[in-house]
């Protein structure tokens, strides 16, 4: 047992310390990521990097070019931090080493044990993890240039490759993992599920921490590692754990933004590394750009007003940029759905219906007659929706993930593919990219000091 | 941002619509099912939607086949061990149970099938799924009055919060304000207590949880060895030994194909197989292997068959489709 801690821990260190280095890009004179704690750094790093790296292969620079861009984030984030660290940000902590994050991490890693041991006992055999991710990984580890042209089946070719760059980077200095385009690979790519659980996990306790909560941030990091459904999406090999993770850090980000101690750098990285690691993630970057805009704008009313464009925007934008891609009929179903009042009140009630179904009976929405545990996230989820919703603002922004979950749904009803596919496939997991942002923001209203919560409340 | 709290109107809206929605629920009932393991075999039973016709399907999961045997309700069937629906007994006596509500799956025109699904299984590899499945015309059966269920539920939350928010402090009127926390406290504790209890009280199957379908338990059971090598587990029973067979037959140089199972792993299933044997898959293109590899999914091998495992087939020569 203590050999399994020793081999499986230290590669989850080994995975994670190049992440949390990278991650020192955003700790500023404002303190930044500083502010949190060493999970949500490496969370912030590997995003950084997913982004950086993919989008420079896009861009056309060599295999071999885009490693060394990687080691120069990486190595080149050290003396920055330490003269940003030594000059603006207190000194508490060695390198934001802080012993309560790390122990906090050392739990939630205990709690995340078993997924962790299947992640390194066999093979992916969740479909998209083997047919979407584990494909894209040998792909980028072989070198060779994307092909976006869909075969056969359920392929997603054209996605982008963030999370392959991401993983070929880390096994660039794990040399025993041998060859990515074989096993090893698809090893990593469930390691690497469980690595953004973990973190995102730990990142809530330090946000709570950041907010003097730190209690309620340990409950809620506790909480989400309990919850079945993390275990199973923790060693899936899927990629949205990571969206999960950005779309956390989008929150935080936007936090930091709201108080003015930064923040925007982190906000826009989380949304581009989501961009660049699924194809939905562009959602989250219209989302994050709109609300950057929208509090920039100090009139109350005014701001509102803006959101609701925003809205209109984020539903509209992504159809936009697809119209060179997609056929013509297709845009033309898509008219004759918009314009169809009864189509679209159908479609708003098939939504509502698979909801309740969704909260009632715990294996009507999934494809296989094998249940995913996703029920209770759901419910943790809506208990945490309804916590916010009251009037007045959380102190944690959680925003990104409110819109997020809206402007999808919304897309869901206005485009004219199959509704129940989306219900049943696509829904579950856009819970989970939300829960854990929704839970801390829930979680720290409900359990912050009084006083706090009754000053956030009387902030416009 | 409105504050629906402040709404109790909700409340009895959300109770005309449950009334409406229940009125409106046509006949039907709870399509309850059970298998348990017995020395006699696997032995399923359900009862509901008296007066439905309704199938009782036995099948293993891997192999995908199933076979209807029983119609009406209150069927009690048993499948001994050995018979074609198994390929080979289950290795221990241990044996679960597994009771869960009807599924409405997918509507078929005007009607809706409503499918309950059990388990029974050893706690390695072999899963045997029994299903009840029926249709029913006009549809809805079950799922309305469900609806109703939560339409009330979130309005009964929602007075619920804004009773304790708004009266809470006054009705604990020795709770000092610096604790107005406390209700929140309470249900985040409950909440974690809740998920905690709900881990240790679980015990999914070793199989379900390598192949990815169901939450892993807190802690590695005992009986789960530590091998770790889960891929005979999570691919199927027999994968270890069908590549070992197809990797010698290919070191002697005679042509050869490895079929797997057209079901719903079976994409998954022939791409670890392709990467395992060094096929030459594209990396672009996962999935199933274009003509003229040897790894096949669905189709039926041509050649004479040298093994068959639970998951696929080998044969020397080649296979067609």
Known sequence: MIHEIYLLGGSVVLLMVPCYLAGSWFVHRGGGVARFGPATQALAGALLLAAVLSNLAAAGLSHEHVLVVRWALIIGAVPWSIWMRSRHVDKTSLMGLHASSLCVMAVFGLVLWVPLMLAASGPPVRYDAVAIWWPKLREVAAGLAPVLENGPGHLHAEYPRGLAWLITGMADELRSFGDLTGASGADLLRRTSWLFTWLGAAALYEAGRSRGNSLGGFLAGLLLALLPATALWAHSGYADPAIAGAVLLAGLGLTLRRQGQGGRGLAVVAALGAASIKQEGAVLVVVVAGLLLVDSVRCKHVRFTALAGLAAFALLLPWALRRGAEDAEVLGSLGEVLLDPMRLTERVVAVARAVGLFLTDRGALVEDAFHPPVFWAGWVLGAGLLVLLPRGRSEIDARPALVLLAAIVAIYVVTPFDLHWHLRTAFPRLLLQALPLVLLAAVHRITAPAARVEASSEVP | ?321
């Open chain 2, 1 to 321: 941002m409105t504050d629906l709290t402040r709404r109790p109107v909700l409340t009895l809206v959300a109770s005309a619509l449950f009334l409406l929605v229940t009125a409106c629920r046509p006949p039907g009932g709870e399509l309850d099912l059970a298998v348990e393991r017995g020395p006699a075999g696997i032995a399923a039973t359900y009862s509901g939607f008296d007066g439905a016709k309704v199938g009782l399907l036995v099948g293993r999961r891997w192999t995908g086949r199933e076979q209807l045997v029983g119609m009406g309700p209150g069927v009690h069937v048993v499948v001994p061990p050995g018979t074609s629906l198994q390929a080979r007994p289950l290795a221990t006596d241990r044996s679960r149970t597994e009771r869960l509500g009807p599924k409405a799956l997918q509507r078929h025109g005007d009607a809706t099938v409503v499918q309950a699904v059990a388990f029974g299984s050893d706690d390695t590899a072999d899963v045997v799924a029994v299903s009840a499945a029926l249709s029913v015309a006009d549809g809805e059966a079950v799922d309305g009055g469900r609806l109703g269920l939560v339409i009330v539920a979130v309005a009964l939350t929602l007075w619920a919060g804004w009773w304790v928010r708004r009266r809470g402090p006054q009705w604990l009127a020795r709770v000092p304000p610096r604790n107005a926390g406390f209700a929140g406290w309470f249900a985040v504790v409950v909440l974690v207590v809740a998920a905690l209890a709900l881990r240790i009280a679980a015990t999914p199957l070793r199989a379900l949880v390598e192949r990815g379908f169901e939450a892993p338990p807190l802690t590695w059971p005992d009986t789960w060895d530590r091998d770790l090598d889960g891929r005979d587990i999570a691919l199927g029973p027999g994968f270890n030994r069908l590549l070992e067979a197809a990797r010698a037959e290919r070191d002697e140089g005679e042509p050869v194909a490895v079929v797997a199972p057209a079901d719903g792993l079976g994409m998954v299933r022939g791409l670890h197989l392709s990467q395992a044997l060094g096929v030459e898959v594209t990396p672009r293109v996962a999935g199933v292997a274009p003509e003229g590899l040897v790894v096949w999914v669905g189709g039926a091998p041509d050649g004479e068959v040298l093994l068959t495992t639970g998951a696929g087939s080998l044969a020397r020569g080649g296979a067609s489709r």
